[in-house]
């Protein structure tokens, strides 16, 4: 099965939610409204990167990055927020699909440094380190590249 990944809009929000809360049934109600309304400001926030994977009009998953500086890292760092596979499609594949699309924006987005709580990689850890992320403590890392234009002398 072929899945796309695009940015998520505004009325992805409740589909998201839902497939959320299959995938991590311990978020309570309460936390579920307060993320709804936090998806709904990062989906516009430069800051952040929100996305979704489909096939066939069926959202099979989604993502969060989430942007920092860090002098210490000589630039952003990204933080993988969420990352969650509705369990009735392949695990490895979506979860590839995502993480490509997440090193990308990260690196358009003058990243040096992709993050990710080990936990949230659950199954699917040999995916992420094809992509070169390794453990770092209690989460897993990818040093990137950012891709950036020369700075010009004048």
């Known amino acids: 099965m072929e899945y796309q990944v695009r940015a998520a809009r505004i009325t992805d929000v409740e589909r998201m939610l839902a497939l959320w ?3 991590a049934p311990a978020a309570g109600s309460a936390a579920t409204l307060d993320a709804g309304d936090l998806l709904r400001q990062l989906v516009f926030l430069p800051q952040a990167t929100v996305l979704v994977a489909e096939t066939l009009r069926a ?3 989604l993502a969060v990055l989430a942007l920092r500086p860090s002098v210490h890292a000589g630039g952003y760092v990204g933080t993988v927020d969420l990352l ?3 369990p009735r499609h392949d695990q490895e594949q979506v979860t590839g699909v995502l993480v490509e699309e997440l090193l990308r924006s990260a690196r358009n987005k003058g990243c040096t440094v992709v993050e990710a709580a080990l936990r ?6 040999p995916v992420w380190e094809r992509f070169g992320f390794a453990a770092a403590g209690p989460r897993i890392e990818c040093l990137i590249r950012a891709e950036r234009a020369p700075a010009g002398r004048g």
Request: charged share 5%; hydrophobic share 45%; net charge negative.
């Open 120 to 125: 949230s990689a659950g199954p699917a850890l």
């Open 21 to 23: 809360s299959t995938t």
């Open 84 to 86: 969650a596979v509705d």
């Open 59 to 61: 959202m099979a998953g």
